[in-house]
């Protein structure tokens, strides 16, 4: 990979632990507790997370053997079956989340079950949109890596390395193939996403100086010193926007909890100009309603137009960018920027201090 001399910008200090970063620590879950008893809205949050995890007590796992998402119009079987199988991915985050409040291992020993499943089934491909769903379950055993047995943690371990791996391997190919957009377009923000998850959560020293210096050069090569992306421009459309800065601010997150890097990944800027936070700022007017914008009208990709022909709601060329399509980057980035949850507020017309589950985390996370 190029430009390696940017990671001298991140000072990294190694050393071994079991450091929840990905997920929550002891510290973070005894606030969420505490919050949960003492804010109404976050028990309310709450306790949807607790049905769920209630209900997949009684659910049987659904891996899938491949996750089928990218380039497949919807309503083709395999998109629906892929779709029926991620259906997992929330039960697994519920039913994780949910022993750690809670203490009571029916809930650990059905999330062990379902994460043995999908790392015994699964097979990755390295096509980061279809590895960009496994979030809640990289979540999940980062949440639980102290309480699994060593067999199950080796199982574990092994399947999420592999899904690194292919990671690695695909932006190899699409870095060596000159005329391929794929080594810095929205498909590589979201492998940065999951390359940070997994090597923070198996806290691997190589993955993670390769997550770090794939991460800075996106900044340079994806997104603008006015805050716009090469997706936006790409596929004239803030809903491609969006798909490249919530994975990176998903990356970002990250890397600023993690204590064995010393870095400011959020605010930091590229010798371009472009920085994240800058585009998540390029977003906030057309949140707001100050502007608009026209969706998909000079896109540059067939799929796009494919899906419009399919039906598929948005995707039609002059469709008018729906604000709500951006409350996750602006949640996403009120972790980092608290004074964004008015701007979410004024925008949702909601006057919660925690509109959606995001903010609890921030939250809990932020001190």
Known sequence: MKHLFWFGIFCCCFFVGKAQVVSLNATELSRLKKLVQADVEVKKHWEGILKTADEALLATPNPADTILTEGILQGDPRKTKTWKSLEDMQKVYALSLTYKITGDKKYLNKTTEFLLAWAKQNKPMGNPIN??????????????????????????????????????????????????????????????????????????????????????????????????????????????????????????????????????????????????KTSVHFLIPYFTGEKTHAEFVNSKAAFDKKRAANGEKGYLAGTPFNPAEARSSIALATYFEPQLLKVYQDQSKSSSTYPTWQFVLNEVKRF
């Open 131 to 276: 590895d960009t769903n496994l979030d809640r379950i990289i979540f999940a055993y980062d949440l639980l890596k102290s309480d699994l047995k060593a067999d199950e943690t080796l199982v574990i371990k092994l399947w999420l390395n592999e899904v690194a791996k292919q990671e690695i391997r695909t932006l190899r190919e699409a870095v060596a193939n000159k005329g391929s957009s794929k080594s810095f377009n929205n498909w590589n923000s979201h492998r940065i996403k999951v390359l940070t998850e997994i090597a923070v959560a198996l806290d691997d020293k190589n993955l993670r100086n390769q997550a770090v210096q794939a991460y800075v050069i996106q900044i340079s090569q994806n997104l603008r010193k006015d805050g716009s992306s090469f997706d936006f421009e790409e596929r004239d459309a803030l809903h491609y926007h969006v798909y490249d800065v919530d994975p990176l601010m998903v990356a970002a997150t990250i890397l600023n909890r993690d204590p064995q890097i010393k870095g400011d990944f959020y605010n930091y800027q590229s010798k371009n100009g472009a920085s994240l």
